[in-house]
């Protein structure tokens, strides 16, 4: 992890254009079955248009790690990725927000850091951790939204402890009071064995996934592009399932983004992709140049799901720009 340094704290994927039918035979002008409300991004007013209120709508999340925009989008050594680029939708400027990867998955469920992010740290680091705030699992809990997250080789549920290529600092739900309490903790953050029959059962409307070290594109560290070739191959094996998934053909969406940037070779050192897919995407292919960071990741996933925007998101601008309703 870049950027890290030693302190004394008590104690942590060129767009190109896709036809209609893309790999695994994802369709993006098939018909939609969410029969939800409209779009709920920001309209020219800054105001959020009515949010999508289908219950059976699945908002599936996969976050990778440590790899620039320029790495990814393009690259021969990311070729599924770049598949998925062409049959879906991209964010061509989204940015981070913070280094060392914590904070940015905290950012992302919660729009906050939540503490300095000098280092990353465990979900039971006192004076940080737990933390006593809301985020997207109070909303889903309140809300009763059946959702889970789902770590390769946490192995045991809620498993607060580091065992590699386990990293508890890649899944944020697990650094916040109310998600460690009582069955909430083990009940939703499980081992990724559970997904196939979790997303077969399509009871899940929130799906977080976040792959080991080594499947993540984390590991080896001191070789990006080895470790990018394995995360695609990952992904590759991975995504297809959704894709083919009821959750997903009946109007779900697919984010796929990577928690930061590293500013190798000169790139940009917070610019990462962010990839949009589903059934709804407006135009396979598509673009878009607005400045968007995790924020606007849980806005818009708030905005899926037709929850009340926490306040430290209030006036992040949504993706829903990419999709119809």
Not at 60 to 71: C, G, K, P, Q, S
Not at 148 to 158: A, D, F, I
Not at 168 to 178: C, E, Q, W
Request: proline letters at 8%.
């Amino acid at each position: 992890m870049k950027r890290m340094m030693t302190i004394a704290i008590a104690l942590t994927a060129a767009c190109s254009s896709g036809s209609a039918t893309g790999p695994n035979g994802m369709n993006p002008d098939a018909p939609n079955n969410n029969h939800g409300g409209g779009d709920s991004g920001n309209n020219n007013n800054g105001q959020h248009d009515a949010p999508m209120t289908s219950s059976k709508k699945t908002v599936f999340t996969i976050v990778l790690e440590n790899h620039d925009y320029a790495e990814i989008v393009g690259s021969s050594h990311a070729p599924y990725i770049n598949s998925l680029i062409a049959m879906g939708a991209l964010a061509t400027n989204y940015k981070d927000t913070a280094h060392p990867s914590l904070p940015n998955y905290l950012h992302m469920i919660s729009g906050d850091n939540q503490y300095p992010g000098i280092i990353d740290i465990g979900p039971n680091q006192i004076p940080y951790f737990p933390a006593m705030k809301d985020n997207l699992g109070t909303q889903l809990e309140a809300a009763h939204i059946n959702w889970r997250s789902y770590q390769e080789s946490m192995g045991t549920p809620c498993n607060l402890t580091d065992a590699s290529p386990y990293a508890t600092k890649h899944d944020p739900f697990l650094y916040f009071t109310d998600m460690q309490g009582s069955t909430v903790c083990a009940n939703r953050n499980v081992d990724y064995t559970n997904f196939d029959a979790d997303l077969a059962s399509n009871e899940y409307r929130y799906m977080w996934i976040t792959p080991n070290l080594t499947s993540d594109g984390h590991d080896p560290a001191n070789d990006p592009v080895a470790a990018l070739t394995t995360s695609d191959t990952w992904m590759s094996h991975q995504v297809p399932k959704i894709l083919q998934s009821e959750g997903f053909t009946s109007g779900g969406v697919l984010i796929i983004t990577w928690d930061e940037s590293e500013g190798r070779n000169g790139d940009d050192p917070d610019k990462v992709p962010m990839i949009i897919l589903s059934p709804r995407v407006k135009q396979p292919g598509m673009t878009s140049s607005t400045a968007f960071t995790h924020a606007s990741y849980l806005a818009t996933v708030e905005d899926l799901l037709a929850l009340p925007r926490l306040t430290t998101v209030t006036s992040a601008p949504s993706m829903m720009e990419f999709l119809n309703p």
